[in-house]
């Protein structure tokens, strides 16, 4: 399974941007899929979730700005990320859990990272 990230850049603060992040490969079934941040010196932290049926969880710093959802046909999950602050200026990763059959475990993958860019 790879993950393919998409959306970073430079926004102002206030703004908005969306990040994308595609599965591909021999996909048998996907679960939870989430996005984690990791700014410089920090830990990496979880910012939203969501499983396979569409219940989503939020870090207290993001509730109300941003919003985590998933395309299933696509194996793809979205990050809408608004009112941006600088404090969100970090290394976005993706994360999905997948098996390769019913009862199998749960292995994890992780996309390559996009930067996002808060200015004040």
């Known amino acids: 399974v790879q993950l393919q990230a998409s959306g970073g850049g430079l926004v102002q603060a206030g703004g908005s941007l969306r990040l994308s992040c595609a599965a591909s490969?021999?996909?048998?079934?996907?679960?939870?899929m989430d996005w984690y941040r990791q700014a410089p010196g920090s830990r990496r932290e979880l910012v939203a979730s969501i499983t396979s049926s569409g219940s989503t969880n939020y870090a207290d710093s993001v509730k109300g700005r941003f919003t985590i959802s998933r395309d299933n046909a696509k194996n793809t999950v979205f990050l809408q990320m608004n009112s941006l602050k600088p404090e969100d200026t970090s290394v976005y990763y993706c994360?999905?859990?997948?098996?390769?059959?019913?009862?199998?475990?749960?292995?994890?993958?992780w996309g390559q990272g996009t930067q996002v860019t808060v200015s004040s």
């Open positions: 490969g021999s996909i048998f079934s996907i679960g939870a």
């Open positions: 994360h999905v859990a997948h098996r390769t059959y019913w009862a199998g475990a749960w292995t994890d993958y």
